[in-house]
């Protein structure tokens, strides 16, 4: 049995005066429709396609069933119009969800019309699951406007279908539930307002429906709240084993197929075995076909449960981030040279003085000079080890302290070796370097 929990809510907004949307959770039912036209129209409109979807379905809770009372909704609609001048305008989107019987199994049933959304949040990801049927994403599914154009196109509260015209059809699409599956129901005033990755964070961070639905429509309003919001979040909290039943079948049917270099399927391997797997299951997979190169309907790509798309990736990058931090700590430890003393001899050395964790300095190239020869000052410097950012800093190191100590002590050659120098030489400090 598919146990489900959810909240609804609906808001005004900051803008408008009424609240044209309407939305509706029973039972199994599911629906947001926003209204419009006209002052009282819209109210109308979309009350009167929930009311006719509500009687109409519940005389039968099947896929066919939520297609037919769709329609049934749309024909209240036109009817209440018919003859009333002042109401003659108006319409409604509907975008329902229910929970129907599919030959003993159950599914959900997502039928569209209008550009109200429902997205389905399955392993941390958003997808939208219904196309806006306005202008501007119609043309950008023929290819005529690019995905961003569309969304900034000003034509987008022109619809191309709602409630209200005699003959428009219903998108209409099934779904298996997983547990762990998060639907939402909105209409424009919320995905006007918020983006997709913000809607995505909310569901994803906030366990409780009801507080997502409200962090929602608050999060609208803060950005504007220029329309009417609502918003249906819908929990699937048992799915009667689906997912472990479906996670078993795959590693039952496709034992070699996970002998990838990774050890585990690519996402396209088990889309497609998902889909065969589903075949028998389904005979509608969606009502209306998906092209060649779009990604399976999500109902059917359905990820196994116990090793998911999330572990891989989490396990992948801890590795990257274990060994790139080894790659840093080798980089710093074994990157640079510092000069030293070995056995009474000036030594250049790889590494860091001291060593770096497992990494231990090793010897460059030894030298003939001897601590001996040297100014107190440098054997102090050459016992702590003196950095140098590479070899050929270090062998000019080397060459300036071998001049020094020929000359008897005296001034090195950079203004570090000066500093040192006077420093050495006096037994009080007296004046700064000079130049
Ligand atoms: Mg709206």
Sequence with gaps: MTT????????????????????????????????????????????????????????????????????????????????????????????????????????????????SRAYLLRDGELTQLTDDHSVPQELFRAGQLSEAEAANDPRRNQLTRVLGMPDAEPDMQSLLPYRGDRLLLCSDGLYNEVDDGEIASVLRRVADPE???????EMANERGGNDNISVVVLDVVDDDDRAGAASAALAHESPTSRGTTTGLMSAQERNAQLRSLARDREEQPAHRPAPADEPAPPGLAMPPRRVTVRVVAFVTVLV???????????????????????????????????????????????????????????????????????????????????????????SGGDAEATTSTTAATTTTPTSPPQP
């Design 4 to 115: 489900l929990r959810w909240a609804a809510a609906t808001d005004v907004g900051r803008r408008r005066r009424n609240n044209q949307d309407k939305v509706l959770a029973v039972d199994t039912l599911f629906a947001v429709a926003d209204g419009m036209g006209g002052h009282a129209g819209g109210e109308i409109a979309a009350v009167t396609a929930v009311e006719a979807l509500k009687a109409s379905f519940s005389r039968d809770p099947s896929m066919d069933a939520l297609e037919r009372a769709v329609r049934d909704a749309n024909r209240a609609v036109c009817d209440r119009a018919e003859g009333q001048p002042d109401l003659r305008n108006m319409g409604t989107t509907i975008t329902a969800v229910a929970l129907v019987d599919d030959r003993g199994d159950q599914l959900f049933a997502v039928a569209n019309v209008g550009d």
């Design 211 to 217: 507080e997502a639905a409200r962090r929602l429509i």
């Design 320 to 410: 990257l981030v274990v060994a790139g931090g080894v790659a840093a700590v080798a980089w710093y430890a074994r990157g640079s040279y510092f000069v030293g003393l070995h056995e009474g001899r000036v030594t250049i050395y790889k590494g860091r003085p001291g060593g770096l964790l497992w990494f231990d300095p090793t010897v460059e190239e030894t030298t003939p000079i001897t601590s001996a020869s040297l100014l107190p000052a440098r054997v102090d410097d050459l016992e702590a080890g003196k950095p140098e950012p590479s070899l050929a800093e270090a062998r000019r190191y080397v060459e300036r302290i071998q001049e020094e100590a020929a000359r008897g002590g005296g």
